[in-house]
């Protein structure tokens, strides 16, 4: 999905980057908490993915099989890896550094914003704590199922009482939560918030008012890909479900 957008020719020029690295079964290809500057695809075998949870406990939260890329983020930003992946069978990469990155697509390119964008998208999934479980395969399809809309300061993003069939991840900006008829405000939402999960998750109408106090960029969330997150990876599910009741809560207390 990361390179989706390149031309023949620049997937040629991919192709001269990239080094062919194999691991053995049981070796960490990469490791959490670490700095990273690499990008893999795997060409052969398989991989778990491995996130440490609070408390040191180790879990396993996928399987990357021969095609699965994971890493994309190092390719723009020096931040430790946020997740451990360790070679479950002899496994063969494919493997492109920072510096080779950057020669293919200069920092003002054009084709750099379109991949840039991808993979901020894939960070900002990363940092909200809804959407921070899902693994790497979930966050390539969602990203994949997602629309990117933009909201002007002091217009509506949801209206309470009308029904709601998406939900939005904020990835910037500012939006403030409204309960009408009186328009108390109850709260701010910002970069990583999710707004619209109670009416999608409790299939009732919305219970509040949210309106750009800023302008907002938000990845729009339909109810079938919302749901299906849910269904598909329990931990996310169990972390949206909390998010409405908590939302929910919030507004009675304020109102």
Known sequence: PLFSVVTDEELSGLVEKVRHVPFAKGQTIIEQGEPGDEFFVLGSGEAQVIVKQPGGV?????????GDSFGEIALIEKIPRTATVRAMTPV???VLDRDG???????????RKKLTTII???????ESQAFSHLTPTQIHEF???????????????????????SAFLINSGVAGVYHDPEGVKVSELGRGDVLGAISVIKHIPRTATVRAETEVSCLKISKGTFLKICMSNVVVGMLLADLADKQMAELKSKT
């Open 120 to 126: 901020r998208r894939a960070k900002l999934v990363l």
């Open 143 to 165: 990203l994949s199922s997602v629309e990117p809309v933009t909201f002007a300061a002091n217009t509506e993003i949801v209206r309470q009482g009308e029904i709601g069939d």
């Open 92 to 94: 063969k990469t494919l």
């Open 58 to 66: 180790q879990e396993v939260v996928d399987v990357l099989r021969p």
């Open 101 to 111: 990155f950057e020669d293919l697509f200069p920092k003002k390119s054009p084709k």
